[in-house]
Each structure stands twice: as C-alpha cells, then as structure tokens.
C-alpha cells in the first residue's frame, strides 16, 4: 500500500520527559523533524512485519509491537 500523505492523521505518544529531549537533540543534530523520524521508523516496522508475514496477526500483543518499534527509533 502505497503512503502518498494526502490523507494524514496525527498520533500522541506519551513518553518519559528525557527520552523527548534526547529524541529532539538528536533530530536536530542530524537535520530531521519528530515526524520524519517516527514515518520513518513506522515505515520499516511494517516493511519488517510483512516480511516475515506477521502483518496479519491477532495473536501478537500491542506491548511488543511497541517496543519493538521504540527500538527501530534508535536505529536511525
């Protein structure tokens, strides 16, 4: 599925107040906003998921989804 931004929705996230500042620190450092970084990681989160044919699962808890997605962050 193609994701060409015509239709955007806006998520929050809550998060410790230290791990904001370092995020935004290292956004600035590297040139990138908040958003680009998490569209970024969002995007390789699901390219991994589909890859391995895991898109579909009910069975998968919301929990490790999320971390596993706060670790592809530091990724970046």
């Known amino acids: 599925m193609p994701y060409d931004g ?3 929705k806006r998520v929050y996230v809550k998060v410790p107040e230290q791990l904001l ?9 590297n040139y990138r906003t908040r958003s680009e970084i998490l569209r970024r990681a969002m ?7 589909k890859k391995r044919g895991q898109g579909n699962e009910k069975d998968r808890s919301s929990r490790r989804s999320k971390s596993r997605l706060l670790e ?5």
């Open 6 to 8: 015509k239709k955007e």
């Open 43 to 49: 995007l390789k989160y699901v390219k991994k998921t």
């Open 21 to 29: 500042k370092d995020f935004d620190r290292a956004c600035e450092a």
């Open 72 to 76: 592809q962050i530091g990724e970046f």
